[in-house]
């Protein structure tokens, strides 16, 4: 296996890798993104490296190090990207053109470090909301006002929030359909009554325009919002708002996950929200929770006030 063999099979394993295995499209990419990563391996590794025949004992570790040493890799993305290529050859295997994955016998264990997810103060979330509200519904202030005010009240990826239809809200902006992961559907409610008002209109204004198009939050041309230029936006805003804290569509995502634990909702109605597939995912937060009852506790030093 050469290293132009790899690159030469990307389209297809891509094609396998969102079709047959349902991967998101942002996964998908994540995927031939760690294959072309592989391929850059292969053109230093070796010249026996190329011969994947057998299965081969110092394979793997050869290539986390690699990982670590020559793409500074931290745990999780070298798990990853050991992840990817733990498909790719299983898919290669599958289709006859390799005997047995160089990976099969080697047991991988790449030990994660423990960390919370760390949430965005309130303060700073109430700060952010305020600075980016528009003058009326539709403007390109008042859609990133919506759409921030979407993740922190349900939590959603900001995948998902961009790949929201018209068609996927409820008539008056009660819930919406999401495809998650997987393809998976879940429902997500809205329950704040400005939130849904603002929903429903947006959609209605969508719908009515010369040339609608499905999506409801879209860019300046009138395409569908990516996920990148929510990004850039919501930087952009941190910066004229001068928050301190580093501020991301995922961490927006962990303080809905906290906001609502802390308000006493039900962990299995968390995990239902946040589409979480395992509910070992969603119990992390509650040591969060549990984490800033502690600091609060000793911030208060009831006893020695006394």
């Known amino acids: ?53 057998t299965v081969r004992q ?10 670590r040493n020559d793409r500074r890799n931290g745990a999780a993305t070298s798990k990853r990207k050991m992840a990817s290529l733990q498909a790719y050859f299983l898919w290669l295997v599958r289709l006859g053109r390799l005997e047995r994955s160089p990976l099969e016998l080697k047991g991988i264990y790449i030990k994660l470090p ?25 403007t390109k202030g008042d859609q990133m006002a919506l759409a921030l005010q979407l993740l922190v009240a349900t939590g959603v990826r900001i995948g998902e929030l961009c790949a929201i239809n018209i068609e996927d809200v409820a ?73 301190t804290s580093r501020i991301t569509p995922h961490r927006l995502r962990h303080t809905a996950a906290t906001l609502l634990i802390e308000a006493g909702v039900d962990i299995r109605f968390v995990q239902r929200l946040l589409g979480h597939a395992s509910i070992s995912t969603t119990e992390i937060y509650t040591q969060v929770v549990d984490e800033s009852l502690r600091n609060a506790l000793l911030r208060a030093d009831v006893l020695g006030g006394l």
């Open 1 to 53: 296996m050469s290293p132009e063999t790899v690159i030469a099979s990307l389209a297809e394993f891509e094609t396998y890798v969102s079709a047959v295995l349902g991967r998101s499209q942002h996964t998908t990419k994540a995927y031939v993104s760690d294959m072309r990563g592989f391929a850059a391996f292969l053109r230093q590794a070796p010249a026996d490296f190329t011969k994947f025949t």
């Open 58 to 67: 110092d394979f793997a570790p050869s290539y986390l190090t690699w990982l």
């Open 114 to 138: 423990k960390r919370l997810p760390r949430a965005v103060p309130r303060s700073e979330v109430r700060r952010l909301l305020h600075e980016c509200r528009g003058d009326e519904v539709g």
């Open 171 to 243: 008539p008056h902006g009660t819930a919406i359909c999401i495809r998650g992961k997987g393809n998976r559907e879940r429902t997500v409610f809205v329950s704040n009554r400005d939130l849904q008002v603002s929903l429903a209109h947006l959609c209605l204004q969508r719908s009515q325009q010369s040339s609608p198009m499905p999506a409801v939050f879209v860019n300046r041309r009138r395409h569908r919002l990516t996920p990148q230029t929510f990004r850039l936006r919501l930087h952009r805003l941190r910066v004229s708002s001068a928050l």
